[in-house]
């Protein structure tokens, strides 16, 4: 079964906005910490954004200001707020999970299927 499904993913003019979800089990949403990374064509996969299990947030250079991640607990769904989007943002986005010890840097723990996201130009 999949345990983390990404949605939310399309085509966008840039400058606009786009919601991303991702959506885990209880077991996994209540126990991790949740993050965002990316993956564009040519490129390593990146981390994006992060939130812990006591809401506290941690955001890549690149999307600070214009980004946002939430989690909503009833839903055991993690979303990824995007606005004022560049066409450097697009990439294929993928939901983490992992323990709140394993720092982000690192491509550990639980991965979703990913969801593209394209910003045109």
């Known amino acids: 079964q999949v345990q983390l499904v990404e949605s939310g993913g399309g085509f966008v003019q840039a400058g606009g906005p786009l919601r991303l979800s991702c959506a885990t089990s209880?077991?996994?949403?209540?126990?991790?910490?949740m993050g965002w990374y990316r993956q564009a064509p040519g490129n390593e996969r990146e981390f994006v954004a992060s939130i812990t299990s006591s809401g506290i947030t941690n955001y890549a250079d690149s999307v600070k200001g214009r980004f946002t991640i939430s989690r909503d607990n009833a839903k055991n769904t993690v979303y990824l707020h995007m606005d004022t989007l560049k066409p450097e943002d697009t990439a294929v986005y993928y939901c983490?999970?992992?323990?709140?010890?394993?720092?982000?840097?690192?491509?550990?723990?639980?991965w979703g299927q990913g969801t593209q996201v394209t910003v045109s130009s």
């Open positions: 983490n999970a992992r323990g709140h010890a394993v720092p982000f840097k690192y491509l550990n723990g639980v």
């Open positions: 209880r077991s996994i949403f209540s126990s991790n910490a």
